[in-house]
């Protein structure tokens, strides 16, 4: 299966070389690589187009956008953008940050994934981060759920779900919409990613109401919202993060802020919400 890989990145400089070096070492090749340039202030393009340079399936698109941080938009943009580059001759599209290092087999067994059902739409392993000079496990999300900073789509389920959401929320909505069309989402706990830089580092003081907005736009309803509030603002060992978060749902509520799903699958998400949490307290 041949395998494309997207890269958005923005001042990557001291990372993005050893997620390269990670990738150029798999033991199945990506057939093409392209990262993208985002307004980058440092030296990223160069050590890019070092890679480039020796290896021929690694190309670089430059793009210039708005240097703030805001979660989602930005990133799929980038994303988007480099997608724009590529031609269509590929089974597995990916998406993936410039701040990891993935085990050499990472990819050979994504594949072994994708080859073993055909309705299995999406893959991924999880997101380890250093501490103490140990790597544990980022817990910042539930086991059967894959980290928006390594994703790897089916080409049919990627059109089927319509590509990338531009908003916060698109790492949650892309795998309920795969549920809703009936693709399987599988998750790998023998694939352990090294994430170099936490999650969250660069998002400014706006950012954090963002993700209530993301809740309201997946069409959670407020009960569903309350819940993963609680649960996420917890995980991140943040308590009065909770706060943020329900402002951010009632903002985009009031403002009235277009839905990323249809009505269908907004009834969807919620009915299968409330079947995940109805598992997990009984």
């Known amino acids: 299966m041949n395998y494309y890989i997207v890269i958005p990145s923005h001042n990557e400089e001291k990372f993005i070389s050893l997620t390269l070096q990670s990738l150029v070492q798999q033991t199945v090749k990506p057939n093409k690589m392209v990262v993208v340039n985002d307004n980058s202030t440092d030296k990223t393009e160069d050590v890019v187009l070092a890679f480039a340079k020796e290896y021929p399936y690694i190309s670089l698109v430059n793009k210039t956008s708005d240097a703030i941080h805001l979660p989602g938009s930005k990133v799929i943009q980038a994303f988007q953008k480099g997608l724009e580059s590529l031609d269509e001759n590929y089974d597995i599209i990916v998406k993936a940050d410039g701040d990891l290092i993935f085990p050499p087999n990472y990819f050979e067994t994504i594949i072994s994934h994708f080859k073993s059902d055909d309705k ?10 250093e501490k103490n000079g140990d790597w ?6 539930d086991k059967d759920h894959i980290r928006g900073a390594f994703k790897a789509y089916r080409k049919e389920c990627f059109k089927q779900i319509d590509g990338l959401k531009p908003a916060m929320g698109w790492d949650t909505v892309d795998e309920l919409l795969c549920k809703f ?14 994430h170099l830089k936490p999650t969250g580092a660069n998002y400014n003081k706006t950012a954090r109401y963002k993700q209530g907005e993301a809740f309201y736009s997946l069409g959670y309803g407020f009960l ?15 308590p ?3 706060f943020d978060y329900i402002k951010g749902f009632w903002k985009a509520k009031s403002g009235k802020k277009p839905l990323l799903v249809s009505d269908e699958q907004a009834k969807f998400i919620r009915k299968y919400r409330l079947k995940k949490m109805r598992e997990k307290l009984f």
């Open 181 to 194: 069309y009936n693709w399987k989402v599988v998750t790998d706990k023998s694939l352990k990613v090294k």
């Open 224 to 238: 569903i919202t309350t819940i993963a509030s609680a649960k996420l603002a917890m995980m991140k060992k943040k």
């Open 240 to 242: 009065l993060l909770f």
């Open 136 to 141: 544990i496990l980022e817990n910042l999300t």
């Open 120 to 129: 299995i739409g999406m893959v991924g392993g999880f997101a380890y981060i």
